[in-house]
Structure formats: structure tokens, C-alpha cells
């Protein structure tokens, strides 16, 4: 009978041990995992039309577990896609603290241009002006939506135009010559590089700062580009 106490004690307390100890450790765990794999919603550029309140709501988060669950508006229409063009990925920064896609339309019509020169675009949640939306929101180019030719890269001196014809250009918001991208920032540019990446073949070598392929400070000096590697 002792016998039989003492080990059913020992097997009582084995279990409060693992309850108290390994319960918490599991929380911890799972509520990590769910922190990293949420990403904000993503917006289409018909929503530039709409009226946005002054304040910014929190982008809604979407649970993206692999290739297949990526927001649809990235995959562009089957019709207009030609999944061997895209050769590479230029990443830029806005150059101010604030906007949004319909912010960067607006500077980019007011150079003569059609529009929006950037595929995507990153939003940082800052909102100045009237422009600006949640934080990590990803908002999708009309120019990605009808696979042109970006307009994010100057020419090159032949006239040629391959980064804009043969790479993607993703623009975060905000000035990363003062300060870093947003963690949500990094988190959905990671995301989408790496949705990119799986549907286009892209290799890491092909993912790149403005600054690596022609004379300028863009995406800024405090633009994480080693991390953004060892997180692809
Ligand atoms: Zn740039």
C-alpha cells in the first residue's frame, strides 16, 4: 500500500510539475507562432477612391501558412501573367515618413508619369495630409494588376529598361535614411518576397536595394537588406 501511495504521489506531482511548468512554456510558443504568421490585409487600388476617416484602424490579420494561401490579389489575372518575365525584385522607400499608395500615385502623376511607377506597395500607419494606411498593409499596383512595365528605376544609359520591364517593384513607406522600416513592415515584405519568389523562381541573389542597381541612396541607409536576406 505504501508503495502503491507513494508512486501514485510521485505521478500526481510529475503532473502538477508539467502543468505549471510546460503549460505556460506552451502559450508562449503558440502565441509566437501566431504573431509571426499574421499578416495585414491586403488593399487593391480601387480603394483609393474611397474616403478613409482621419484615424487609422489596425490592419485586419490574415493567417498565410504557405504559397497557396496568399491573398489572391497578388496573383495577378491568368490572362495578362507571364510567370518568366519577372527576373527580380527592387525594393524601394518612399522618402518621406508618410503615405500610401494612392499618396505615391498622386507624386508620380504629378511627373508626368500614368501613375503609380511601384508594383506594391508597404504602408508604415502613418497618416499626414489625408494620406496614410495601417501599418504592414500591402497595397497592390494597377500595374501589377495588369502586368506593365513598372516605372521605379530610372532608364539605363542605352535606353534599355530592364529593371522596369523584367523586375517587381515593392516601395515601403517612410524614410529609411532616418529611421528603419516597422517590424509589420518587414514582416509583409517578407511575405510577399517570399510568395514572389516561389511563384517566379526568383533566386535571393535577384532580390535587391534600388541603391544596387543604380546611383542612389534608395531604400536608405537603415534599410535592414543583410536581415531581410537571412529572414527569405
Ligand atoms: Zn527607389
Known sequence: MLSIFSNGSRFSMLKSFLFFC???????????????????????????????????????????????????????????????????????????????????????????????????????????DGYGEPDGLVEVGYRWNGQMVGSHCRENGDGSNYWNKYTIGICLIGDFETRPPTKRQMQSLVKLIRFLQHRYDIPNSQIKGHDQVKATKCPGKKFPMSRLKSML
Open 22 to 128: 510546460l503549460l505556460p512554456l506552451l502559450v508562449l510558443v503558440f502565441a509566437g507562432c501566431s504573431e509571426e504568421e499574421a499578416v495585414p490585409e491586403v488593399v487593391g487600388v480601387a480603394d483609393y477612391t474611397i474616403a478613409r476617416s482621419a484615424f487609422i484602424p489596425k490592419a485586419k490579420p490574415i493567417i498565410y501558412r504557405g504559397f497557396g494561401d496568399a491573398p489572391s490579389r497578388w496573383t495577378p489575372p491568368a490572362n495578362v501573367e507571364n510567370k518568366d518575365r519577372w527576373k527580380g525584385i527592387v525594393i524601394h522607400h518612399s522618402a518621406i515618413p508618410f503615405g500610401s499608395a494612392a499618396h505615391e500615385d498622386k507624386y508620380h502623376k504629378s511627373k508626368g508619369w500614368d501613375g503609380l511607377g511601384y508594383h506594391f506597395v508597404i504602408n508604415n500607419g502613418v497618416r499626414k
